[in-house]
């Protein structure tokens, strides 16, 4: 008697579609880890452009407004190796700052730190780099356009503003009169708390997955599922995504862990590539 050859096809069919089933699985599983808040590695400390020796780079203190941006596109500029953000100019007697108490508060300016490689670029020209890139808010001493010079930068920075306020310099994006610019002694710099650092790339990279979520949530992958396991997956979606929520929001208003960066940390900090 001839024995039945199953179609081949017809054989892997089952498989691929418990293929599906697990690689998809797998997926949601990773979108889990990387749609709950963490912080990276890199950026325990700072944003880092490369893993340069440091030992004759400089670091200068901006308040540059909203910290979130200026950061990420100032550490775009050559010659500038690290940034962070954080809390300047308090002034004597003024509390350890928190987020909180800088935005309702009048004594914190947000700032943002730099290591730069003055063989790559001047301090003058990382003061055009300021101008540039800076978000800040007139009238607003939080969002204050700043510049924190210490006893070496003080004289290189007060003849940059001079000269540039006599030509009447504006920024040519919007008009920003270089006059709005202030000049303070350098004071104690926090590192702010760990939400705030490199704020903009984690954020892109949570709205995706957020997006992915809820595409799940509402069926858009219900082909690669049998219809029986739909309600599950539906679950399982909206659960990660309420999860993951529920935790960015923890980590926006339980975050304490700011502190005072000396001179030379966060430049040594890049050295040792932390």
């Known amino acids: 008697a001839l024995h039945h050859i199953p179609d081949v096809e017809q054989c892997l069919t089952p498989i691929s579609a418990k293929m599906k089933k697990y690689g998809a699985l797998l997926l949601m599983a990773s979108v889990t880890t990387a749609f709950v808040p963490h912080t990276y590695t890199h950026t325990h400390r700072s944003v880092f452009r490369n893993n340069v020796a440091l030992s004759e780079k400089k670091e200068a203190t901006f308040g540059m407004g909203c910290f979130w941006e200026p950061s990420e596109t100032m550490l775009k500029e050559r010659g500038v190796l690290a940034t962070t953000v954080g809390y300047?100019?308090?002034?004597?007697?003024?509390?350890?700052?928190?987020?909180?108490?800088?935005?309702y508060g009048r004594n914190w300016v947000e700032a943002v730190r730099v290591v730069y490689d003055e063989d790559d670029?001047?301090?003058?020209?990382?003061?055009?780099?300021?101008?540039?890139?800076?978000?800040?808010?007139?009238?607003?001493?939080?969002?204050?356009?700043?510049?924190?010079?210490?006893?070496?930068?003080?004289?290189?920075?007060?003849?940059?503003?001079?000269?540039?306020?006599?030509?009447?310099?504006?920024?040519?994006?919007d008009g920003l009169p270089a006059s709005a610019v202030q000049i303070e002694p350098l004071s104690a710099f926090y590192r702010a708390e760990s939400f705030h650092q490199n704020y903009w790339p984690k954020t892109r990279l949570r709205i995706a997955f957020g997006v992915f979520l809820l595409a799940g949530a509402s069926g858009a992958f219900d082909s690669i599922f049998d219809p029986g396991m739909h309600h599950?997956?539906?679950?399982?979606?909206?659960?990660?995504?309420?999860?993951?929520?529920?935790?960015?929001?923890a980590e926006r208003f339980l975050s304490r862990d700011v502190r005072e960066l000396t001179p030379g940390d966060l430049l040594a900090s890049a050295e040792a590539g932390n």
Not at 89 to 99: F, L, R, S
Not at 137 to 156: K, L, P, T
């Open 88 to 103: 300047c100019g308090g002034g004597p007697g003024a509390k350890d700052p928190t987020y909180s108490s800088v935005c």
């Open 121 to 173: 670029v001047s301090y003058e020209e990382l003061l055009d780099h300021f101008f540039n890139l800076q978000k800040p808010a007139v009238g607003s001493r939080q969002y204050a356009s700043m510049i924190f010079a210490d006893e070496n930068q003080e004289s290189r920075a007060r003849k940059w503003l001079d000269d540039a306020v006599s030509v009447e310099r504006r920024r040519e994006k």
């Open 232 to 249: 599950t997956v539906h679950t399982f979606f909206n659960g990660v995504f309420t999860a993951g929520s529920i935790a960015l929001l």
